[in-house]
């Protein structure tokens, strides 16, 4: 059974843009620029893409971890990564498609083995509509719109670390990552040698030290996401203010479910929370670090601090200090 990171964030939002849908054709004005929702009825909940989501944490990752990122190659109308995981980090941890040639390898696909949710609003948070005018110029000012909220959105995605830095030709969707042909071609031998790579049993797999350093960077960026958007009128910090790290040997997520959705409940069911831990203790193979930033969620802080699950420790930290404290032992769980 494959071993997966299991990670839950909550991410403040108290005066955010944060993923815009682009222009709403029916507000009052022509450049109005509105943000991605989700409707359920009557109520409305932000959200930011999987895909934006994706894209801060790639960029933390060249930014603060020293990522090479595979470069992209444009043909026509579609665009892809190199397809080199040996010498990219990125297309190794957040997959690829490649479609070449027969004879230089067919088409390669890898699944990503970070697999993100989309961030969405716990609770049902109607935009306000911001009107404004863009007036520093001579002649009548221009008129302009956008939308922004106040609002907690979760997250939750996991990291497959039986996945990092493993690499099959087997002919099937997603686990065709290599090819007889492609690992022949000069540039990608150079990487293979380079990294130290090596083939046993048809599977290639990178040397253990490089797989946790992989793995270990890409949880350890988590502290430091920031996005841009809007950042001049709104400037969020998109960081996790609450989280939670384990181990599971699995692939479902079991912290999905773990907050409510009324406001004036507190955010995290602690009583779900527990529930969780001690329904799947057994497949749960490493301590559960929980981060709490200070003046956020307190009212949940003694609940917290008393769940105690046999024969588990529950590691409970600031966001930061958690992610560190976990990031130190994910070597344990890497072969």
Excluded at 10 to 36: C, Q, Y
Excluded at 104 to 124: E, H, M, P, Q
Aim: overall charge neutral; aromatic content about 10%.
């Amino acid at each position: 059974m494959f071993k997966n990171i299991l990670g839950f964030v909550l991410i403040d939002a108290p005066h955010s843009a944060l993923n815009n849908a682009g222009a709403d054709a029916g507000s009052r004005t022509e450049n109005t620029v509105a943000v991605k929702v989700i409707r359920k009825g009557r109520s409305v909940y932000p959200y930011v893409s999987a895909q934006a989501w994706r894209y801060w944490w790639r960029n933390a990752l060249v930014e603060k971890m020293g990522w090479n990122v595979s470069p992209i190659i444009r043909e026509t109308k579609i665009a892809f990564t190199s397809a080199n995981p040996f010498e990219y980090p990125d297309d190794d941890v957040f997959g690829y498609m490649r479609a070449l040639k027969k004879a230089d390898g067919g088409t390669l696909t890898r699944l990503s083995a970070l697999k993100c949710s989309t961030l969405v609003s716990i609770f049902n948070s109607v935009p306000i509509d911001d009107f404004g005018v863009m007036s520093r110029h001579e002649g009548d000012p221009v008129p302009f719109e956008h939308q922004f909220y106040s609002t907690v959105l979760k997250g939750i995605f996991s990291l497959n670390l039986d996945s990092i830095g493993v690499y099959y030709d087997t002919a099937r969707t997603g686990f065709k990552n290599l090819d007889e042909n492609y690992v022949k071609k000069p540039e990608i031998e150079a990487s293979i040698q380079r990294v130290g790579a090596a083939k046993v049993n048809g599977i290639w797999k990178l040397p253990k030290e490089e797989r946790v350093k992989r793995a270990k960077d890409t949880i350890g960026a988590l502290p430091y996401l920031y996005t841009t958007t809007k950042s001049a009128s709104h400037l969020t910090d998109v960081t996790p203010k609450f989280i939670i790290l384990a181990v599971i040997e699995g692939g479902n997520h079991i912290f999905m479910n773990v907050t409510n959705d009324n406001s004036d409940k507190p955010l995290i069911n602690v009583l779900a929370l527990k529930q969780v831990l001690t329904d799947y203790k057994d497949n749960i193979i490493s301590d559960i670090y929980i981060g709490r930033q200070e003046g956020f969620i307190d009212d949940i802080a003694t609940e917290l601090n008393g769940i105690k699950i046999d024969g588990k420790n529950i590691q409970i930290l600031s966001p930061k200090k958690a992610v560190e404290m976990f990031t130190s032992v994910i070597e344990q769980h890497i072969e």
